[in-house]
Each structure stands twice: as structure tokens, then as C-alpha cells.
């Protein structure tokens, strides 16, 4: 290599690069190491011999040793723990920033260059997509239960928040309404499985089943917390959900490769919906029933 023609601004970039390549290979080589799944071992396994080879490449040019970046190293190996290996390791390569220049601007003197973005950009994506995980087989069960209870519990707390305006009353009716539903839709979800003749069944009644308590809870929460402001409960339910439905579009998004902003803005915008309309039905039944608590 004429390592002569690179000038101090190009090497710096190209120790970033051969840093970066290093270690998202102790990422990956981590993971395999602690995944007991043979099938994603073997694709963990690939991509950090990828990102190996990449980190060879560009050593090649600066002739130095660089250290991986332990902090990064540790994080998304946590992340993966706790999120899954197909979120976090798309999460990273979605947001990677080697550094403020391409790989393109750098190929007049590394004409390499280009055909390691392109192996950045298609092979590993495609290695990532042979990640199998159990979480996201049941990503429909998940959705089912999660946008029904925004739905169907935003929209109950808002019609009694209008009728009964007690805050402990509202917890109760809605904690004893979202137990009951979440049960019914378990319940619902495991019987259209079986119908389907689905061995997944079982699984997919849990999920539906637990993502609907699970948002019961963080929505009647602001109630039980101030039962004497039970309209700031209402406004604080209605961001709860609005950040719940933010989180799980953005996980969905990455994991799935899916559109982010439309699928928010519908499933936010039913919620809300819903919820105007039955706070609005709240106002109408206080006035013509005469509910006084």
C-alpha cells in the first residue's frame, strides 16, 4: 500500500473505520458466544469475521493498532439481553456514523472503499435477516394486545373520567375493566389460533394477554397516583399512551424494517380518537343520567 498519499486528515478517518470495524466484531463475537441458538451463532459468527476482515483491511493502510470501543461493546450486548439480538444489532447498524465523510469521498485514495460500503450496506443486512427470535413471531399478538387496550382503556378512562370525576373510583372501574378484557382477548386470540390449527397457540394468547395488562397498568397509573386530579390524570394517560405507542412503532420499526412515522401516526391517532369521542359520551351521559359522585 502507498501509505504516502494519505494525509494526516485521511488516516484519521481511516483509524475510525478500522475502530468501528473492530468493534462491532467483539460486538458480534460476544453475542455468539453467549447465544445457544446454533442457527444465530453461525450468523453472529459470520458477520464478526465480516467485520474482522473489514478492520484488516483498513489496518493495512494505517499500519497501527486501534482499541475497540469497550463502552459500545457492553451497551448493546446488554441492549440485546433486554431488547433482543435483531432490535439492538439493527439499532447500531441504522446508526452507525463512521465519521462526517463517506466511503465515497475517500476512494480516490482507497479504491477499495466503495466495495466496503456496499458489503456494510447489503451482506450484513441480509446475514442480520436470518436472525430467528421468538419475540417477533408474535409480534401480531403483541400489536392486538397493546393497541387494543390503548384503545378500548383510553377511551373508558376518558368517558368515566367526564362521568364519575373521582380518581379512585376511575382507577378501580378501569383496573376491573382491563383485567377482564385482557382476559377476553387472550382467550379471543387463543381460540382464532386453534381454529388455525396454530402449535403457537398457547404463546400468542400470553402475549396478546400480557402486553394488554401490562398497558393497563401504566394507564390507570396516573389515577392512583393523584385521585384528586383526575382531569391532569387524564391529560398525563393520553401522553402515557402516546409515549407507549412511540416506543413500540420505533422497536417495530427497527426490528421489522417498517415505516415509523405512518404507523404511529394511525395508531396514535385512533387512540386519541377514540378517546375524544367517549370522553365526549362521558359529558353526555353526566348530563342527561345526572351522575353525581
Do not use: C
Amino acid at each position: 500500500m502507498e501509505n504516502s498519499k494519505i494525509d494526516s486528515k485521511t488516516k484519521k478517518h481511516l483509524l475510525n473505520f478500522q475502530k468501528a470495524e473492530l468493534t462491532e466484531h467483539m460486538i458480534y463475537k460476544r453475542l455468539a458466544d453467549s447465544t445457544k441458538d446454533t442457527k444465530n451463532k453461525k450468523v453472529l459468527e459470520s458477520i464478526a469475521n465480516e467485520e474482522l476482515k473489514h478492520h484488516d483491511f483498513w489496518k493495512s493502510y494505517t499500519n497501527e493498532d486501534v482499541k475497540p470501543n469497550y463502552i459500545k461493546v457492553l451497551f448493546y450486548f446488554i441492549l440485546s439481553k433486554i431488547l433482543g439480538l435483531t432490535f439492538s444489532l439493527k439499532l447500531m447498524e441504522n446508526g452507525e456514523e463512521r465519521a462526517q465523510i463517506s466511503y465515497e469521498d475517500i476512494s480516490s485514495v482507497v479504491p477499495e472503499a466503495k466495495q466496503i460500503e456496499e458489503e456494510e450496506d447489503k451482506h450484513e443486512r441480509e446475514l442480520l435477516g436470518m436472525i430467528e427470535e421468538e419475540r417477533l413471531n408474535y409480534v401480531g399478538s403483541i400489536v392486538l394486545g397493546l393497541n387494543d387496550a390503548l384503545v378500548e382503556l383510553t377511551g373508558a378512562l376518558a368517558g368515566l373520567t367526564f362521568a364519575l370525576q373521582n380518581g379512585i373510583i376511575i382507577a378501580t372501574s378501569g383496573l376491573i375493566t382491563g383485567i377482564a378484557a385482557s382476559l377476553s382477548m387472550a382467550a379471543s386470540e387463543y381460540l382464532s389460533k386453534r381454529a388455525e390449527n396454530d402449535e403457537r397457540a398457547l404463546k400468542s394468547a400470553a402475549y396478546t394477554g400480557i402486553a394488554y395488562i401490562i398497558t393497563v397498568f401504566f394507564l390507570i397509573l396516573p389515577y392512583l397516583l393523584m385521585p384528586n386530579n383526575y382531569f391532569l390524570s387524564l391529560i398525563i394517560t393520553l401522553l402515557t399512551a402516546v409515549i407507549i405507542i412511540l416506543i413500540f412503532n420505533f422497536y417495530i420499526s427497527v426490528a421489522k424494517d417498517l415505516s415509523f412515522k405512518s404507523r404511529f401516526l394511525e395508531m396514535a391517532g385512533i387512540s386519541l380518537g377514540v378517546a375524544g369521542l367517549t370522553f365526549f359520551i362521558g359529558f353526555l351521559v353526566r348530563i342527561t343520567l345526572g351522575v353525581s359522585i
